[in-house]
């Protein structure tokens, strides 16, 4: 791999980015030891800005930092994983009640593309993923509270750790599809209530696929 070339943001973030894409595809496997030297080596760099990186995964959670051992990607329990939905229900639900109650028509309209998106992506699950995850940020942008959206973005690099365990198991990925429009249909009906009670059954759900 040619050595990395600095852009305008600091090299260890770009450093960050590229190990945290290999911790989210599971190139590097929860629990792995992280081989500085040989990252290094394949980067181009040298190893400060790599350790700068590496705190910055740790301080996200992605990365466990052990005394005289290193840098291990970070195993996630059934009680993290618990704590996590739990946190991320909460956040989410009180979201989407906001956006039920304040969006524009027009914003309600890009959420709807997004589903349809979604839709189309049943047989290409990275694509899923993806857009499943649009739609949930597209919704907190909208909700307009910036504090909120920052606690969820570090809270869902946590839960991506297992992200393929839970919606990869069978039946998952039509039944989250199938909440999404839920979701959205109670959005679309600007019924708050719904909106929230809908969001919090849809990681009650996610939840039982995850542990």
Known sequence: MAALSLTPRALYEEV????RQRIFSHELEPGSWIDELKIAEEFGISRT???EALK???AEGLVTMKVRRGAYVTEVSEQDLRDVYHLLSLLESDAAGVVARTATSKQLKELQTLHTQLEHAMD???RFFELN?????RLLDLANNRWRNQMVADLRKVMKLNRHNSLLKQGRLEAS??????ILDA???RDASASTERMRAHFSNGLHAAV
């Open 133 to 137: 995850e649009a739609f949930h940020m």
């Open 16 to 19: 960050a980015e590229l190990i």
């Open 187 to 189: 959005l679309l009906a």
């Open 124 to 126: 290409n699950p990275e």
């Open 177 to 182: 599809l199938a909440e999404h429009r839920g």
């Open 56 to 58: 910055v995964l740790a």
């Open 49 to 51: 800005p790599l350790r």
